[in-house]
């Protein structure tokens, strides 16, 4: 399905080529740019999808220091 899009933040909608509004923008699920404290949990994945993470923690740090000395 192509969509075009037309607005801006609040008022921005997508259309299809008969000009049915198929995606709306909706502040409410709008967060903040900063948040203080973020935290993600796998479990759900790890159950449902048998999901296991290939990079441990310790590595992760490692990898994502690296790419900022780097860049």
């Given at each position: 399905?192509?969509l075009?899009?037309?607005?801006?933040?609040?008022?921005?909608?997508?259309?299809?080529?008969?000009?049915i509004?198929r995606?709306e923008?909706?502040s409410?699920?709008y967060r903040?740019?900063?948040?203080?404290?973020l935290?993600?949990?796998?479990?759900k994945?790890?159950?449902?999808?048998n999901?296991k993470?290939?990079?441990?923690?310790?590595?992760?740090?490692?990898k994502?220091?690296?790419?900022?000395?780097?860049?």
């Amino acid at each position: 399905m192509k969509l075009s899009w037309h607005g801006e933040k609040e008022n921005e909608v997508a259309l299809d080529e008969n000009g049915i509004v198929r995606v709306e923008v909706s502040s409410r699920y709008y967060r903040p740019s900063e948040v203080e404290y973020l935290l993600g949990d796998s479990t759900k994945a790890r159950k449902t999808l048998n999901w296991k993470s290939k990079t441990d923690f310790r590595n992760l740090v490692k990898k994502m220091v690296n790419y900022d000395l780097e860049h």
